[in-house]
């Protein structure tokens, strides 16, 4: 059946002239029939410039607007409508309106977890590969930094010299990690590195050997000369680790780490969209101009 599915789903994409592109944390099936697999920084950097007709994206609804807002020709479809983050939700424009009006002339950054309407609001966007250095680049000493109050308090840390404004979001599925998780987990894995992501909360980075982004986690797991990690971010990732260093051991930090917006998206909804069965995402393009600024400024900071 699967194989089946699998052999529609090409010669579709073949027929549609059409790029299925998929985040780390996907289901395994989905990543592996993704033309592109990535963190979100990776699948922007793509979606900007992609020559096809149109663009399939597996992954939750910020990630395919930004495909949108970069490369508004194709046409972008987010193969399951109903795959949000429940941390770009925790910021609405309303109320970083009025946030901005407490703080006048202070940048806001956003990270990519966020609406198109409040990238449209912010200053610059930031993924957790780019946070540091981005911040860090700016000219301005105090920064409103959204949604992810963890993120935030990471960049605070490694970047001391500005005053980072934090808001009160999270991610709801990195932050169900706690120190007893990763105790059982060393415990279990004497011995293995301990590779986290920093939207974990800040009571838990104290077990960690080495803090970063998904792209950051897998390059480190490929360079380094250990064999044996514990991983301390979302699920899909051990799949795509697999793919890059198949010889080294990875475990999941906690059986916690496991989006279920991430993992909304099948096959038969691949399928479905491609055949033309899903709405496409659309714009209004003044909102897409004032959310184009911040995400440009992201993927070409030195412009
Ligand atoms: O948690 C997420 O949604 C992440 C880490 C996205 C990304 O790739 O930066
Ligand atoms: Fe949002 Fe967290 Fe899921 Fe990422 S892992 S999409 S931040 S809820």
């Not at 599915?5 to 099936?29: G, T």
């Amino acid at each position: 059946m699967s194989v089946l599915l699998i052999e529609r789903i090409k010669k579709l994409k073949a027929e549609k002239n059409a790029l299925i592109m998929a985040h780390n944390y996907q289901i395994p099936e989905i990543q592996d029939i993704a033309d592109i697999v990535g963190d979100s920084y990776m699948l922007a950097k793509y979606a900007q410039t992609t020559d096809k007709d149109c663009i399939i994206f597996c992954g939750v609804h910020f990630m395919a607007e930004s495909a949108k807002i970069l490369n508004p020709s194709k046409r972008v479809i987010l193969a399951n409508p109903d795959a949000g983050c429940p941390m770009a939700d925790m910021v609405q424009p309303k109320d970083l309106k009025a946030f901005k009006e407490k703080y006048p002339g202070v940048p806001v950054v956003a990270y990519v977890n966020t609406s198109a309407e409040v990238k449209a609001l912010s200053d610059l966007c930031c993924t957790s590969s780019n946070a540091v250095s981005l911040v860090k680049g700016l000219k301005e000493e105090k920064v409103i930094f959204v949604p992810d109050r963890n993120l935030g308090t990471f960049v605070a840390e490694q970047v001391p010299e500005k005053e980072i404004i934090l808001w009160e979001g999270f991610c709801i599925t990195h932050e169900r990690v706690e120190a007893e998780d990763v105790k059982k987990a060393v415990e279990a894995h004497p011995g293995a590195k301990v590779l986290m992501h920093p939207e974990c909360n800040p009571t838990v980075w104290g077990f960690a050997d080495f803090m970063g982004s998904t792209a950051q986690i897998i390059d480190y797991v490929s360079n380094s000369e250990d064999q044996e990690f514990i991983i301390g971010t979302e699920a899909g990732i051990l799949h795509s680790l697999k793919k890059v260093a198949p010889e080294k051991t990875c475990h999941l930090l906690s059986d916690c780490l496991v989006c279920q917006n991430m993992k909304k998206t099948t096959l038969e909804d691949v399928e479905k969209a491609l055949s033309g069965g899903v709405a496409e995402i659309l714009m209004d393009e003044g909102l897409r101009l004032r959310a184009e600024g911040a995400l440009l400024r992201m993927l070409k900071p030195n412009d």
